[in-house]
């Protein structure tokens, strides 16, 4: 069974990686019109065979990446799925035609180590918290729905000069919310409670709907904006690290009488991953390649 597992989570890495890819290239192909309308162009990605076909690899990841986790153990599975970052990057870079620079490997090794330290030091210091509280479902929503509200101002604030970091960010961020609230709902209905939803409570549906939503939107900007691999490399870093500091601050999923160097530990490897993330954000050939793109544009339009 647990072969059967990991089986899993390398063909739900694989999905994640080409859905994402699959994705980049249909926002790529109907950027004309994105740009011309920003608001309603977002809906033409939906009569996009390409972008379709990347969303339903990307549904396959995910359901293959429950099914993983829902049948070995976390060890097992999360740093299965930081392989990922690597696929996008090869995929991306053959298809693309890239020659991937020094710094632009480092920064994928940092999150992917980095990404895979914290939550192997969150294993062994976390404990499942099976009934959390409703005073602490609620304050996890207050702050659920603050950091949505947040990114909803912060993507209003750099629409006219996006930033695909600011992005990717943004949806690791509400994702990481999504799989809280996800979590949260499962223990609603395995108990059978009563009330909401088939006992979810309407606000953890909001929740989800609300920072799901968003999330959705803030990863088409960053495949706009950014390298496919970005996109990737931003959820499986962002997206488990703010799902683990809310089960320690806010669920009290935390071990007692844990030694000191496990915070600094955590600190340490989070750190690591996040700088590869904003490495890859500002050195990736795609990158270089759109910001050199941008800055000859600008010339010319001041020349005229």
């Known amino acids: 069974m647990k072969w059967l597992s990991i089986l899993a989570a390398l063909a ?33 990605l939906f009569r996009s065979p390409i972008w379709l076909a990347g969303g339903a690899l990307m549904l396959a990841g995910i359901v293959l990446n429950v099914y993983a986790l829902a049948t070995a153990p976390l060890t097992v599975v999360q740093p299965i799925g930081a392989i990922a970052v690597v696929i996008t990057t090869v995929l991306n870079a053959r298809i693309q035609h890239l020659r991937l620079n020094r710094v632009t490997i480092w920064a994928i090794t940092a999150c992917v180590a980095g990404s895979a330290g914290f939550v192997l030091i969150a294993i062994v210091a976390t404990e499942e918290n099976p009934a959390p509280t409703l005073g602490q479902e609620r304050t996890t929503a207050i702050v659920a729905i603050t950091a949505t509200v947040l990114f909803a101002l912060l993507a209003v604030m750099v629409r006219r000069r996006p930033s695909a970091f600011v992005y990717i960010l943004g949806a690791g961020v509400l994702f990481g919310f999504v799989a809280v609230f996800v979590r949260l709902a499962s223990i609603h209905l395995l108990r059978g409670d009563a009330g909401g939803l088939a006992g979810i409570p309407w606000f953890h549906l909001g929740v989800m709907a609300g920072a799901g939503l968003l999330g959705i939107y803030f990863v088409q900007m960053a495949h706009r904006h950014g390298p496919p691999d970005l996109v990737v490399a931003g959820l499986t870093v ?29 600190a340490v490897a989070a750190g690591v991953a996040t700088l590869g993330v904003i490495a890859l954000s500002r050195h990736h050939p795609d990158v270089i390649k759109r910001r050199e793109t941008a800055r000859r544009a600008a010339s010319v339009t001041a020349e005229d």
């Open 12 to 44: 739900a890495a694989f999905c994640l990686a080409l859905g994402s890819e699959r994705q980049s290239v249909g926002v790529r192909r109907h950027e004309s019109t994105l740009r011309l309308h920003p608001r309603s162009g977002i809906f033409t």
């Open 238 to 266: 962002v997206d488990p690290m703010v799902a683990v500091l809310t089960g320690i601050i806010v669920l009290g999923e935390l071990q007692p009488n844990q030694p000191w160097w496990v915070g600094w530990c955590m």
